[in-house]
């Protein structure tokens, strides 16, 4: 807290409203529906901005695409862009009410869980530009097919100026909206250049994100900025930590799923330079009935990887060297396996919690 904040007790956070006072909270908030609540005020707070939103949704790349266009508009805009993974009833409301009067442009992120619950989001922030990354089996759980993925992603070109869709997914090929190409794609120098436009980052995976991001930017009216564009992602997505030994660690704890997971597997294989691989892997959550297919095609995937753990029951299906059921047990597994020198991935979906796996191994 800082003087002159709201205080919005949401969940347990009615524990500290005393704390919040004493801090200078210039008001204090118990709300009967915290999403209810979070919404108005997102509603009122959106009432006041000038600037031209953009909302990013999709199954898989839409925080990294964030983080790109917003590093692709910081040298040119007054721009805010969500923090982190902040795309839900409570993150998109929290992201408006960080636009100030002399914000250019304000970069949101929209996640989902079942149908409408994009409509809603969007009906809060109202933005000019929405953006669809891709179409994939995530959520399965509760929307039962990939074509019910789609059709709640596209509820966000309901409301947009202008929409902006993958032109090589069939699934929304019928919607009114521009169409991002695959990218043209090279390295340069220890970076990747995208469409022409040179980027700090190396991962191969992020090239279809800078595409996208780079017809966000192009719908907003802005130029590409001279290169190299520094882009700081979002923490553990695929952030790189030397470890011992000349050892790499590739942090991207975040979430897992089918496509991201194979993406992050073909990123340690060329990131890792001659060095021994090894994977920890967690669970891939809401895949419903056809969770153990995936897994074991992401198994499948992983065969040439030197060491891989599972973690989880649903990671038996990598048919791993090692398994652990939890994270806290899968930091003595990695401890014990991993050498020094080695490149090592770990991903699993936010449930898992692998990021204490990585913070283990860096220390």
């Given at each position: ?19 919040a ?5 210039v ?5 009967d529906?915290?999403f ?5 005020i997102?509603r009122?707070?959106?009432e ?10 999709g ?32 993150g ?25 619950q ?10 000019h ?10 959520h ?8 019910n ?10 409301f947009?100026?202008?929409g902006i ?8 090929a ?9 990218p ?11 469409n022409?436009?040179e980027f ?22 802005y ?36 496509v ?104």
């Amino acid at each position: 807290m800082r003087p002159g904040d709201l205080f919005v007790a949401v969940g347990g956070g009615v524990a500290y409203l005393d704390d919040a006072r004493a801090n200078g909270a210039v008001a204090t908030l118990v709300p009967d529906d915290d999403f209810a609540a979070m919404a108005a005020i997102g509603r009122a707070a959106r009432e006041r901005i000038t600037a031209r939103v953009v909302a990013i949704t999709g199954s898989v790349g839409k925080t990294s695409t964030k983080d790109i266009l917003t590093a692709l508009l910081r040298p040119q805009a007054n721009v805010v862009g969500a923090e982190d993974g902040y795309n839900n009833e409570l993150g998109v409301p929290l992201t408006l009410c960080r636009v100030e009067a002399d914000t250019d442009v304000v970069v949101t992120e929209m996640g989902m869980r079942g149908p409408g619950q994009i409509r809603a989001l969007a009906e809060i922030a109202r933005p000019h530009v929405g953006l669809i990354t891709a179409i994939a089996p995530v959520h399965l759980e509760l929307l039962g097919s990939i074509e019910n993925i789609a059709r709640a992603k596209a509820e966000l070109l309901e409301f947009v100026e202008i929409g902006i869709v993958p032109a090589n997914e069939p699934l929304l090929a019928h919607y009114e909206a521009r169409r991002f190409e695959a990218p043209a794609v090279e390295a340069r120098n220890g970076h990747l250049v995208v469409n022409s436009v040179e980027f700090s980052f190396t991962a191969r995976h992020q090239a279809a994100n800078a595409a996208a991001a780079l017809a966000a930017l192009d719908a907003l009216g802005y130029p590409p900025p001279p290169g190299p564009v520094e882009v700081e992602f979002s923490r553990w997505r695929s952030q790189e930590v030397a470890l011992p030994g000349g050892g790499l660690l590739i942090n991207d704890a975040w979430n897992a799923n089918p496509v991201a997971m194979r993406a992050a597997l073909a990123h340690l294989e060329e990131r890792a330079a001659g060095r021994r691989t090894v994977a920890i892997l967690g669970d891939m959550a809401e895949l419903g009935p056809d969770a153990p297919a995936y897994h074991e095609e992401i198994g499948r995937t992983a065969g040439t990887v030197a060491i891989v753990i599972g973690v989880g029951e649903l990671a038996r299906g990598y048919d791993p060297d090692a398994w652990a059921p939890t994270a806290v047990e899968a930091v003595e597994l990695a401890r014990e396996l991993v050498r020094p020198g080695d490149a090592v991935l770990v991903k699993g979906s936010r449930s898992v919690g692998l990021e204490i796996v990585a913070e283990a191994l860096t220390q």
